[in-house]
């Protein structure tokens, strides 16, 4: 079945520091592949998407690429904010998927320090 | 253009009472899905439904827990006679149809005492 493996938090980093979060699926077709970001007590936002192969998704200066031939859909930022502290889910929607569901990662949680 | 809203955003209930959770998709989306959250954890879905149907409660516990999209008014998760267990963000998403981005509430965060 579909699944979504999210590299394990939290993770602590300096202000201006690089970040990678590493994200692999499982899918038996097509999937769209996600990255949402849930700031404390709030809901979950989309950050990027992509929805075919080698697509580049970007938004805020994050981006992620599609990766099918290592299933892969890492998030990265050149230099993280204080206010990028949050918790970051990799999630997949597979479109031959009846239920039309999302799968999620488990999430990781980021906090940056000044 | 008002989001995915869901009320309320915190609810306490004592073990054996019930809950009533409500999500109103965003305007022009048709289809509504239900995801828990529980500490620690990512997010596991539960149930899709378009207006007056259900289209996937796989992922909907056996008992205790319904859901439903009436025609008229917001989508309601129910849970009867609830369990400590059930203390868990529970969120809704709305999609404008099939493989659309799913757009999500700030949640309604349940306490059971």
């Known amino acids: 079945g579909d699944s979504v493996t999210q590299m394990e938090g939290p993770v602590t980093l300096s202000e201006e520091a690089f970040l990678t979060i590493n994200c692999t699926y499982t899918a038996t077709g097509y999937p769209s592949l996600f990255w949402y970001v849930q700031y404390p007590g709030e809901g979950l936002q989309l950050l990027l998407k992509?929805?075919?192969?080698?697509d580049k998704g970007s938004n805020k200066g994050f981006e992620a690429t599609y990766r099918k031939e290592t299933t892969s859909f890492h998030l990265e930022k050149g230099s993280v904010q204080v206010s990028d502290s949050a918790v970051y889910f990799c999630a997949l929607s597979d479109p031959t998927n009846t239920g039309n569901q999302f799968y999620f990662g488990t999430g990781t949680s980021l906090t940056v320090i000044p | 253009n008002a989001g995915v809203m869901q009320n309320p955003r915190h609810l306490v209930r004592r073990r054996g009472q019930e809950a009533r959770l409500r999500c109103s998709p965003m305007k022009g989306h048709s289809h509504v899905y239900w995801y828990r959250q529980l500490p620690e954890e990512g997010l596991k879905f539960m149930v899709y439904?378009?207006?007056?149907?259900?289209?996937?409660e796989s992922g909907m516990p056996k008992e205790r827990f319904s859901a439903e999209f009436p025609k008229e008014g917001p989508s309601i998760l129910r849970i009867q006679q609830v369990v400590r267990g059930d203390s868990a963000a529970y969120f809704c998403?709305?999609?404008?149809?099939?493989?659309?981005?799913?757009?999500f509430g700030a949640g309604t965060r349940l306490s059971v005492l």
């Open positions: 992509a929805t075919k192969a080698d």
């Open positions: 998403a709305s999609s404008r149809g099939t493989a659309n981005i799913q757009y």
């Open positions: 439904l378009q207006k007056e149907n259900i289209i996937d």
